[in-house]
């Protein structure tokens, strides 16, 4: 009886941690990107795609814009110039852009 009640609780907070959270919000594109790259240790164009993509920046999300020339200047605007080079900008915002329109 004592397993059946400790099994039934670890199914319980299971499925309480398994719950669709809602993407975590920054106040600034660059604290998303710093935070994917140091603390989870992204590769910097997907960082770029996923702090485009799915977190809310300052209330908004997604802010890259809706083309790539779009998402190139809010990144110029908006990430330290030393965090990606023009090429990584270049091809993370044509994925960003494909991955938008799915």
């Not at 059946?4 to 299971?14: D, K, P, R």
């Not at 809706?66 to 993370?92: F, G, H, R």
Request: glycine share 4%; net charge negative; proline share 7%.
């Amino acid at each position: 009886m004592k397993l059946a009640a400790a099994l039934f609780a670890l199914l319980v907070i299971g499925s309480v941690g398994c719950k669709d959270d809602p993407p975590e919000a920054y106040p600034t594109y660059q604290e998303c990107f710093d935070d994917h790259t140091t603390h989870e240790m992204l590769p910097v164009m997907e960082a770029i795609v996923i702090c485009c993509l799915e977190h809310p920046i300052a209330g908004v999300a997604p802010v890259c814009g809706d083309t790539k020339p779009d998402c190139i200047n809010y990144l110029t605007n908006n990430l330290n110039q030393t965090s990606a080079s023009t090429i990584e900008v270049m091809d993370a915002c044509a994925d960003y852009v494909t991955q938008k329109s799915m």
